[in-house]
T-cell receptor
C-alpha cells in the first residue's frame, strides 16, 4: 500500500465550478501535510501547507482530518489557469516526505 | 526553482552509458533530497542527505544508482549503465525554513 494515495482523475470542470480533491495517508504519525501544484513538464511548487485547523488562501481551502487520515483541497470559482496536477504530500519522522501520484484537473471554458 | 540549480536540464544518452546529474543548492540547507518522476507518475524518493550524517539511500532502485554530497555543497546523482527505464525527470529538493520541500527545475533524462 502506498503511503499517500490520490484519485488520479482527470477532473474536468467548467470555469467557475467548485472542485474538491481528497488524499489519504497511511501513517498516523505523519506530522505535516502539503498540497503542491505541478504544471506540465515543470517541477512541483508548493500551493499550501495543511494545518490541523485548516488553511485558506483565497479560492483555495485545505483541511486535515486526522481521524480518517485524509487531507482535502477545495478550489472555488475555478479558473482556466487552475488546470494542473495537484500533488499531496505528508512529512513523516521529520525527514521523510511522501507524495501522492497527483490528481489532474482540467478547467474548461 | 529559486535556490536550487540543477544541471543538465536535459540529457539524452544511449543505453549502457553512465550519466551524472548535478544539484547545486543555495547555502544554509543541510537537508537535500533526490526524487525521480517518470512520465505521468508521481514522485519517487531516491536518497536524502542531512549534513554530515550517513545518507538515507533506501529509495535507490538499484546499485547502478549512487549519489554524493559533501556537507552543504553540491550533490551529484550518478546512474551507471543506464537503462531505458531510467528515463525520467530527476528532481533535487531542499527543505524550507517553514518545513516544506522546494524543488529545482529538474534534469530530464532520456535513455535511447
Amino acid at each position: 500500500r502506498k503511503e499517500v494515495e490520490q484519485d488520479p482523475g482527470p477532473f474536468n470542470v467548467p470555469e467557475g465550478a467548485t472542485v474538491a480533491f481528497n488524499c489519504t495517508y497511511s501513517n498516523s504519525a505523519s506530522q505535516s501535510f502539503f498540497w503542491y501544484r505541478q504544471d506540465c513538464r515543470k517541477e512541483p511548487k508548493l500551493l499550501m501547507s495543511v494545518y490541523s485547523s485548516g488553511n485558506e488562501d483565497g479560492r483555495f481551502t485545505a483541511q486535515l482530518n486526522r481521524a480518517s487520515q485524509y487531507i482535502s483541497l477545495l478550489i472555488r470559482d475555478s479558473k482556466l489557469s487552475d488546470s494542473a496536477t495537484y500533488l499531496c504530500a505528508d512529512r513523516y519522522n521529520f525527514n521523510k516526505f511522501y507524495f501522492g501520484s497527483g490528481t489532474k484537473l482540467n478547467v474548461k471554458p | 526553482g529559486a535556490g536550487v540549480s540543477q544541471s543538465p536540464s536535459n540529457k539524452v544518452t544511449e543505453k549502457g552509458k553512465d550519466v551524472e546529474l548535478r544539484c547545486d543548492p543555495i547555502s544554509g540547507h543541510t537537508a537535500l533530497y533526490w526524487y525521480r518522476q517518470r512520465l505521468g507518475q508521481g514522485l519517487e524518493f531516491l536518497i536524502y542527505f542531512q549534513g554530515n550524517s550517513a545518507p538515507d539511500k533506501s529509495g535507490l532502485p538499484s546499485d547502478r544508482f549512487s549519489a554524493e554530497r559533501t556537507g552543504e555543497s553540491v550533490s551529484t546523482l550518478t546512474i551507471q549503465r543506464t537503462q531505458q527505464e531510467d528515463s525520467a525527470v530527476y528532481l533535487c529538493a531542499l527543505v524550507a525554513v517553514t518545513g516544506e520541500l522546494f524543488f529545482g527545475e529538474g534534469s530530464r533524462l532520456t535513455v535511447l
